[in-house]
Structure formats: structure tokens, C-alpha cells
Nanobody, 130 residues
Framework: QLQVVESGGGLVQPGGSLRLSCAASGFTLDSGAIGWFRQAPGKEREGVSCISTSDGKTVYADSVKGRFTISRDNDKNTVYLQMNSLKPEDTAVYYC???????????????????????WGQGTQVTVSS
């Protein structure tokens, strides 16, 4: 079964850190991209960060630049999102999603559009509060 599963969410005080993990199963992270998205109550889902699983290129939303770092471990088939200096406005459900490129599929240059993502995780809650 092809899927991605997030973990690592929780409750943290402002200024604290968390590391989220996105583990892929049923496919390898060698061609495509993994994106992190978040959705706060009453708000639309927004893109947070994305990493190319072929060459490691990264992109970040302005709201998290300098505080969040996305990375990959292809041996573990996992992508991480290190979140530092967390703020209350970072509170949201965080989702990871995978875009797989394979022969015969339409190729999307990095970063791919949201519509290109094939597999979405169930989400992990991040709450930043004192």
C-alpha cells in the first residue's frame, strides 16, 4: 500500500521546537517531492515547505523561513520538518504529501502544484501555547 504517515506533533511552548517526520511506504523517495502543509481552524490549508526527493532542493513559505528546516533521509524513506522558534500562529494540523514522478506521468518542475500530490497523510496536530 502506497502511503505517507506523519508523526512528531504535540504541545510545545512558544519558542520551543518540534521535529515532524513523514515516512513513506510502498514507494521510494527518489523521484518527485514531499511537501508539508498545515491547516489551522477556520483557515485554508497552506503550503509550508517542500523538498525535491531527487536533488534536495527546498522551498519555504515566508512565514517559516529561518525557523523551519526540511530534510530527507532516503535510506529511511523519510522526510523531516524541524520546527524551531515556534509561535502560537504555527498551531495547526500538519500534513505531508508525496508527489511521485514516474515514466509516463506528467512531469511537474519543482516545486510541484498542490494538485500534483498523489498521497496525503492523516495529519499531526501541533499546538504552540503557554
Amino acid at each position: 500500500q502506497l502511503q505517507v504517515v506523519e508523526s512528531g506533533g504535540g504541545l510545545v511552548q512558544p519558542g520551543g521546537s518540534l521535529r515532524l517526520s513523514c515516512a513513506a511506504s510502498g514507494f521510494t523517495l527518489d523521484s518527485g517531492a514531499i511537501g508539508w502543509f498545515r491547516q489551522a481552524p477556520g483557515k485554508e490549508r497552506e503550503g509550508v515547505s517542500c523538498i525535491s526527493t531527487s536533488d534536495g532542493k527546498t522551498v519555504y513559505a515566508d512565514s517559516v523561513k529561518g525557523r523551519f528546516t526540511i530534510s530527507r533521509d532516503n535510506d529511511k524513506n523519510t522526510v523531516y520538518l524541524q520546527m524551531n522558534s515556534l509561535k502560537p500562529e504555527d498551531t495547526a494540523v500538519y500534513y505531508c504529501a508525496a508527489y511521485r514522478y514516474y515514466k509516463g506521468r506528467v512531469y511537474y518542475p519543482f516545486p510541484p502544484p498542490r494538485s500534483a500530490y498523489d498521497y496525503w497523510g492523516q495529519g499531526t496536530q501541533v499546538t504552540v501555547s503557554s
